[in-house]
Structure formats: C-alpha cells, structure tokens
C-alpha cells in the first residue's frame, strides 16, 4: 500500500530523503567521491576546486606557514587519491578531509613544538615581528587567535576563515549544531578577553 | 548582570539570533549597562580585525594544484566498475553487475569445455585405429574454449595424396613404438625444436595442415593462433620431411 503526503496527495519516494541528501552540497561531494572511486578522474577534480582553497585557508591558519599549509593541503589530496586503489564508502567527504587536514595540522605543530622552538624561527614567521600596517590592536587580536586553544581557534577559522556555516561545521566534527555554537561563543569571549585585558 | 550574559547576548545579537523583542531589549540595555557597550564594541573589532585578515590571506599557487592534478593523473585506471563493486566501493547495482558478469563467464567456459569435449570424442569415434594415436596427441594440449575455424580453401590444396597418409601413419607408428612420441613435445622438448617454437615457424611457415588431420571434422588452426597446436604440427612436418627423402 502506497503512503501518500496530506499537502499534496503525491506518492511519498522512500528514497527522496537519499535524493534530497544527494543534491545537497555533501551529498554531491559524496556523489563526487564516489564517481572519482570508480575511476571518473573529473569527479576528483571538480572536489579538488570545491575544496582546495578553504582546506588550504585552514591548514594556514592552523600551522601559521605558506609553505607547509601547501605542502600539507597536498598530503591531504594524496590521500584522498590513495582511495582510489581502497574504496571507501564516505557519507561525509568534507568531515573526511577536514579530518585528514586537522590530523596533518597537529601533527605538524607537535613536531614544530618539539623540534623546532620559537626563539629559531625566521624572523618573518615570527609573530612579533610580522607584517606592518596594522594597529597595535589588530596585532593583538590576530596573536590572542593563535594562543586560543587548538578546538576553539578552529571553530573560529572554519566559521570567519573558511566561511562554513555553523551548522556545516557541527556535521563536519560530527558534533551537534548547539555544541559548535556554544563552542564558537566561548572561543570569541576568549578572544574578546585576551583583546580587552592586554 | 553576569559576565557570561553578557558575552552571550554580544554574540547572539552580532550573530542576528535574537528575536525582534530580544533585540529591542538588548539596545534598551546598552544604555544603561557601559560593560556591555565594552564587550559589543570589542566583538565588533574582533570581527572585522579577522575578516581583514581572512580577505588578505593568499590564494593557494597554481603550483600546488599542478602537483595534486599530476598525482590524479598518474593513478592507474581502474580495470572496471563490476570489479570496483566488488571490492565494496560501488552501490549494489554494481555488486550486481559484477555477479552477473561472473555467471556469464562461468558459463561460457563450461559451454566451451562440454563443446570440446565432444569434439574430441567425435574425433576419436571417427578415426581410424592407426590414427587415433596422433589425434590423441594432436588434442590434448588444446584448449577446449578455442573455437575451430571451418577448413578454408587453402587447406584442401595442401592435403596430401591418400598413399602418403598412410605412409605417414606408418611412420607415426614407428616413431611411438620408439617412444619418440610417447610423450607431448611440450613437456619433453626436443633440442632445437619445442624451445623455440618461433624458429620452427620461421623455417617451414607453407606447410600449415597436418596431413594426419585432413580428414578429421575439426581441422587444425592455422599455427599462428596458439603455441600447443603449433608443436603438433611440427612434429608431423618434419614426418612429411623424411617421407619426401624417401619417396
């Protein structure tokens, strides 16, 4: 027996919600993903445009370097080729590779931290001394960004950074709409203290 | 008022999640609370601090994108998408697909191997006793799944005369009886023959129908078509090479 919908006396398509989530921006990155999988080459490539610059956005306002969030955004792409030769089934392909990036990111700040200390950087890198032409409050927001904590700040550079919606971010981390806005909130008191009291 | 309210209206009114009365509210109390006020204007600086920064960041180079296209580009192809179902990346039409892709070759060679099978006992049904021997070897090393292709003109041309059959199966017969065809060419090679069966080709590439078989329902292919055939066959023209130096 067919179910039919009050509003419009049309027979309900069990499988709409999968065609809905189909055409929806991740639907059609899992789409994408799937068709590169089975071997379309342009599938990857129209992912790679959609993708590229925001991943690329994010692995620089994590490790804070041109060179290594390129070389990292690159890792992370290589990755994702290497599913080719192991398919996967992903229902969710920009939690993936923000997954992939995040990964890549902390693993380079870990080595960063152990390796290489803050007094040897170059003096361009160093935050103390980069570019002019801000005021000094300006300076001091975008330092008291890099001191948040590595879950907040991120909140905050895939939200203003990378220019995902809240709701996309929570699906991204698999963490609920209101977990990622309260988390934003408290990244910005943060901010907003560090600003206020220095 | 707490300072956590306060931060938290900040950013509800900033981020436009305030209802309308909510909102008219929270401007009465900008009024008459100055650390709110504070903490708007900080939020306001904050936010456009950030997005300066944010449209100031740099565009990812084309260099970085040669190099990931250059990775897709070397990627091997994929060899079919029954075989990517297969492995568990493709959607149940494709499991599908590749089952029955599966089905159809299984059949196809169990068709190919009942078929041969009856050639073969037609063969040994209809030959005369003297010549089941040679077809014995002639189709053991065979594939049955080959098709055998209709005996063309040039074939009957090159059939010998019914004396030189027979002399040529009485040769076979002292040859196995010598044990020098007791056992297939390709497992006991002999030198200069079976090792290099091209060579062989290359010294006799006209004498292609084996005058043993020129009676026989299923003719031989012509040798260029597989390595077992061929080693038959050259083993019955050099037959012919000694009967002509003996006439």
Known sequence: MSQYSLTALRPIDPTSENTEHAHSPAGGDMLLLERFQNGEDAAFVELFDRHHQRLFIYCLKMVGEREQAEDLTQELWERVLRLRASPQKILNPVGFFLKIARNLS????????????????????????????????????????????????????????????????????????????????????????????? | MKQMDRDMMVERYLSRRMGHGEEIEFLRRLGTDPELLTILEAERKIRSTLSMDRDALPRVSVESRFNVLTMLGSLPPVESVAGAGATGGGNGISLLAGGVAKGIII???????????????????????????????????RPSSLPLPAPGPEQGQQQEPAPQREQAAELVREMASTKRLSTPAVAKPEAGRADKPQAVHNEAPAQTPAAPRADSTAPIAPHHNAVPRDTVHVRVTIDMNKLRQHP
């Not at chain 1, 996309?168 to 008191?189: D, H, Y």
């Not at chain 2, 196809?108 to 050639?119: L, P, Q, T």
Request: hydrophobic letters at 40%.
């Open chain 2, 107 to 141: 059949a196809v060679a169990g068709i190919g191997i009942v078929v041969g099978g009856i050639f073969v006992s037609r063969d040994g049904a209809h030959k005369a006793p003297e010549d089941r021997p040679m077809v014995q070897q002639a189709s053991r090393p």
């Open chain 1, 106 to 198: 902390i693993n380079h700040l870990k080595a960063r931290r152990h390796h290489v200390p803050l007094t040897s950087l170059p003096e361009g890198l160093h935050p103390a001394e980069r570019e002019g032409g801000r005021s000094e409050l300006e300076e001091r927001i975008l330092t008291s960004l890099e001191l948040l904590s590595f879950e907040h700040r991120e909140v905050l550079i895939l939200n203003i950074y990378c220019g995902y919606r809240m709701e996309e971010i929570a699906v991204m981390l698999g963490k609920s709409p209101e977990a990622i806005w309260k988390r934003a909130s408290r990244a910005r008191t943060q901010l907003r203290r560090m600003v206020t009291k220095g």
